[in-house]
């Protein structure tokens, strides 16, 4: 277990607090939590295509460099969309997340099939990456709903995020005693 989990109650409860909030202003204010959503899809995803812009370039690296230069300009594409338009970005996100995902389930599939003879169980990332492409397909050909459904997603997951962190915190104030003693005991062994 982390070692804030143990020593800081307040530090869980803060974190249960926000994970509320968020699940309030989601399913209160949709709009405004669906461009915030855009933006951090966008920091992501320009951090995923730097990440395979630096694989690339690593010796050491196993897939083909031409299939993550592919990844590395599809990631740093869309989060530079996302960074200058994000507004347009919020109202396209729902078709951007839909080919981002079948472009990188693509290259899951891919990658499985290059490194079946490296890795075992390579039918996990096979089925990992026509799992991402489906999920793509279907936010590509119903993209309001998939709008809907992940503010409901987010918003509930919030909520409940949020009330089993400030749970754990309130019975976190239970334990200063026994974890106080315990770590006591660990540091003189």
Not at 18 to 28: D, K
């Amino acid at each position: 277990m982390d070692y804030w989990i143990v020593r800081s109650a307040g530090a869980v409860a803060i974190r249960g607090v926000v994970a509320l909030l968020l699940g309030v202003v989601a399913l209160l204010m949709p709009g405004l939590t669906f461009v915030v959503l855009a933006i951090a899809f966008g920091i992501y995803a320009l951090i995923d295509g730097i990440s395979a812009l630096v694989a690339m370039f690593d010796r050491r690296a196993r897939l083909h460099r031409g299939w993550l230069a592919l990844e590395a300009v599809a990631g740093i594409l869309v989060g530079i969309y996302t960074a200058f338009w994000p507004g347009v970005a919020a109202l396209n996100l729902a078709v951007v997340i839909g080919a981002w995902a079948i472009v990188t389930g693509i290259f899951k599939i891919v990658s499985a099939i290059s490194l079946r003879k490296q890795i075992r169980h390579e039918m996990l990332l096979v089925l990992s990456g026509l799992g991402t492409v489906v999920f793509g397909a279907i936010v590509l050909w119903f993209p309001m709903l998939g709008i809907i459904g992940m503010m409901w997603a987010v918003g509930i997951y919030g909520l409940v995020v949020g009330g089993l962190l400030l749970g754990l915190a309130i019975q976190m104030r239970a334990w200063a005693p026994r974890t106080d003693a315990g770590m006591e005991t660990r540091r003189a062994a």
